[in-house]
């Protein structure tokens, strides 16, 4: 006669009344109840946190990628024909030529930037000027995104209607509103036989948008690149070129290319030199958290111990029964597997689930806690984006179920084997 077939259904018929326990073996089936919540608890704060860290990662990098230059090449400081110390780039619009012929670069533009103070009705802030054309303008997605901004661009750039773009940030900062007229005050002004005089200009508030970066929004004011030229001094030259590729997260191998085209005597600069330490404390921060949750879903696995030895002491009886009448060690340990490793399947889905829930409500999960705290739970200055993203990564969820599962079934087979290995007449010894 062949023996049964390993995972046969009678085993799984065992294993299933024993995790059903009666009421006066309540014992078993609470410890039952708290390794399942536990598994489940352990896994949906696994896939929880790396969904957050994942989210939070891709909104800081599409920010940064939205919003500014993949590339900025810069000018080695020479002597100028004044004789002064000068980085401006005079063949602005022949580099920028060359390097759009570069394979991956999608764009390239001229660039004048400065620091100015923004006045309107006696309030007052440091902001950055970037001169852009307007074409250039409006390839930036965070910028010209009109379901994230007021006013329109339709007037920037157009000759004499100084009309300028400014952040969410600005704005509220000097309680500006589209159509308000505000004053940029440079101390790189006017030359005159007594010296540089502060440059006093006003501009028409046109656009106002949001980048999603609270660094960005509340610093920076876009302003035709013609008149960013008058107003800083620097006719007929830019201050960098800011370039756009097809594969920004590539950007160091074509670095090399780019400043080749644009000539001898220029440095690149690339948004990951620039966001750099703040990626990789990410990613440091993002294997910590892995390993300090993954030990949180051992201890949560580790209750699945406890339940089975007591499972096993409790139906000492029943195994030395079941022995006698022919079952063999190896028929007993995997009904005693499946105890275990059914409540771990079952704890694992169930946090997969309320994981997934949570990624994808996240938006109002935290406004009910924003409102429960009475608000101000997220800062924006702090944290440099506006809510709290989430990002469900399906390797992220498999990485999550299978450590589970894993350590699930690993520690289930120790308390199994003791029960596979007990003395059938010294289980029946006192019955």
Not at 320 to 338: D, K, P, Q
Request: neutral net charge; hydrophobic residues 50%.
């Amino acid at each position: 006669m062949s023996s049964p077939a390993p995972f046969s259904r009678f085993e799984w018929m065992i294993a299933w009344r024993y995790l059903r326990a009666r009421r006066a073996e309540g014992g078993v089936s609470v410890m039952t109840w708290i390794s399942l919540i536990g598994i489940t608890l352990a896994v949906f704060a696994l896939i929880a946190t790396l969904a957050v860290r994942a989210g939070f990662r891709a909104e800081f990098v599409d920010t940064i990628l939205g919003a500014n230059a993949h590339v900025t090449v810069y000018s080695v400081p020479y002597t100028s024909e004044t004789g002064a110390t000068s980085r401006a780039i005079t063949d602005y619009d022949a580099m920028a030529e060359r390097v759009r012929a570069v394979p991956g670069v999608v764009r390239a533009a001229p660039l004048v930037k400065g620091q100015v103070m923004a006045s309107f009705q006696g309030e007052t802030r440091g902001v950055q000027v970037f001169g852009m054309r307007a074409d250039d303008l409006r390839a930036l997605p965070r910028i010209a995104d009109p379901e994230t901004s007021l006013g329109s661009l339709d007037g920037y750039g157009v000759e004499n209607n100084p009309v300028i773009a400014i952040g969410t940030g600005v704005a509220r900062e000097l309680g500006v509103v589209v159509g308000d007229t505000i004053r940029l005050i440079s101390p790189d002004g006017a030359r005159t036989p007594f010296g540089t005089t502060p440059r006093v200009s006003n501009y028409m508030v046109g656009y106002i948008f949001s980048a999603g970066r609270y660094d960005v929004d509340v610093t920076r004011v876009y302003m035709p690149f013609a008149e960013a030229q008058v107003y800083f001094n620097s006719e007929g030259a830019a201050t960098e070129l800011e370039v756009i590729t097809e594969h920004p997260e590539e950007v160091d191998e074509i670095v090399g290319p780019i400043l080749t085209a644009a000539g001898e005597r220029t440095i690149g600069w690339t948004w990951k030199n620039a966001s750099g330490s703040f990626l990789r404390a990410l990613d440091i921060e993002d294997n910590v958290m892995f390993v300090i949750l993954s030990v949180l879903v051992l201890i949560a696995a580790m209750n699945i111990v406890s339940g089975l030895i007591m499972l096993v002491k409790n139906k000492g009886r029943d195994i030395g029964i079941l022995r006698t009448i022919g079952l063999t060690e190896g028929t007993i340990l995997r009904v005693f597997f499946i105890c275990g490793s059914l409540t771990g399947v079952i704890g694992t889905l169930g946090g997969v689930a309320l994981g997934v829930l949570f990624a994808t409500y996240i938006d109002p999960i935290f406004s009910f806690v924003n409102y429960v705290a009475g608000g101000g739970v997220w800062d924006p200055s702090i944290r440099g984006i506006y809510a709290l993203p989430a990002k469900l990564q399906w390797g992220d969820v498999m990485s999550a179920v299978i450590l589970s599962l894993g350590l699930s079934f690993v520690v289930t087979i120790f308390p199994a084997r003791r029960a596979a290995r007990m003395n059938p007449v010294e289980a029946l010894r006192y019955e």
